[in-house]
């Protein structure tokens, strides 16, 4: 029997299920390219408008994993790894890949770079001095192994049917098709070769899934596909309805990570995702038997140091300073000019709209409008006020980061927009507002 790729598009267009067979065998001509660049947008429009079962989702991110190269490790504790599906001041990956690597994981952190209003893992990374986001496979082993993590970006190699797919996506209007969002995300974590995976979905207003019930549905189709993929995978939903950390802006999060791996903690709520997030890994890894004794471990590794000690170490693997920890005001780009941000008025912070602060850093050369822009790593906002504080007097609502003064004073005028400011006491939605754990 002929198999054509015009007869999957036709099929999936009309609302069928499609096979296995069917499905990796378009996977492949996306790898080889002997499926044109017409036929596998109009695949991912059918896919946008018709949607795939669970069935379909595993076999597709499946098939894109199989795409390229599947890493295999023979380490004597769990391969772990984490994804957020994004957020501003989402710096959670830096202080969880070396807590869990200082509680017995190994790490091998796949991350992306930032999306629309929301910043990436290794935009911030990349304002480290020296350090290598792309390395070699061998060079990425050697740091796994000898240090416990390694985060970096999606190599090549890893599942290149989401990279064509993906790029295909961005510019025909189907970015926004769960189905293919899960797929995306889960092809390049299984090609990682990982026992536990967690995912952090964001929702609120800073969030790509502003609704709960739309983040719940996420969540719950992740740990779906991602199970039966065979990767054991739960899910938290946490709030975006403010920034999760004081700082937006690639270099000033790096020193905030830094800071809170030190042991100051700026922000309860990114201390208490990022923990959240750890003690599940070690529950679904069976490193602990209950959440209090994960607590504990995790807790133990980072009052002692060690869980710096292996950022430290990570850094430096990956050709970054290594007194980066000690002195990283001497290392991290810093802006010419710090502007404070000025309370229009004396009260308590109601609401942020946090995708304009997310936008305010964009603008100032903290993210970018078109993918081929580059970005400033030195410019954002630090010292960003929360919902629920008091602000006016001495208290500015942030401090702008920024190359000139006409760009911070654009930026201090979109954060002025952010905050509603009331006499209103405050009431703060839940931080983490649901779990979804693997079948039993």
Known sequence: MVWLAQEVIRRKRDGKVLDDADIRCFVSGITDFSISEGQVAAFAMAVLLKGLNVAERIALASAMRDSGRV???????????????????????LPLAPLLAACGCYVPMISGRGLGHTGGTLDKLDSIPGY????DMARLREVVTSVGCAIIGQTSDLAPADKRLYAIRDTTGTVESIDLIITSILSKKLAAGLDVLLIDVKVGNGAFMAQASDAAALAESIVAVANGAGVRTRALIT?????LARSAGNALEVEEAIALLRGEVRS??????????????????????????????????????????????????????????ERPH??????PLVF???????????R?????????VVCLGGG????????????????????????????????????????AERAAAAVRSAYTITSVPYEAPALISGLCLEPA
Do not use: Y
Request: include cysteine; charged fraction near 20%; glycine fraction near 8%.
């Open 368 to 407: 970018r409008r078109n993918p081929q822009d580059p970005i400033d790593p030195a410019v954002g906002l630090s010292q960003l006020c929360f919902p629920g504080e008091a602000v006016g007097g001495n208290r500015p609502l942030a401090l702008v980061h920024a190359r000139d003064l006409e760009q």
């Open 330 to 335: 001497n290392h991290l780009p810093a802006a």
């Open 268 to 325: 309860q709520r990114l201390w208490e995702v990022t923990l959240a997030l750890a003690e599940q890994t070690l529950l679904c890894a069976g490193l602990a038997s209950s959440a209090e004794l994960a607590r504990e471990q995790l807790l133990k590794a980072w009052k002692s140091g060690a869980a710096l000690q292996r950022f430290s170490r990570m850094v430096e693997a990956l050709g970054g300073p290594a007194d980066l920890v």
């Open 71 to 93: 890493l295999s490790w023979h380490l004597p504790g769990p391969v772990v790894d984490k994804h957020s599906t994004g957020g501003i001041g989402d710096l959670v990956s």
């Open 340 to 350: 404070p941000v000025e309370a229009p008025q004396a009260g308590i912070v109601q």
């Open 239 to 243: 709030d975006m309805s403010q920034p």
């Open 352 to 360: 942020i709209d946090t995708r304009e602060i997310g936008l305010a």
């Open 132 to 135: 290598d986001s792309q390395p």
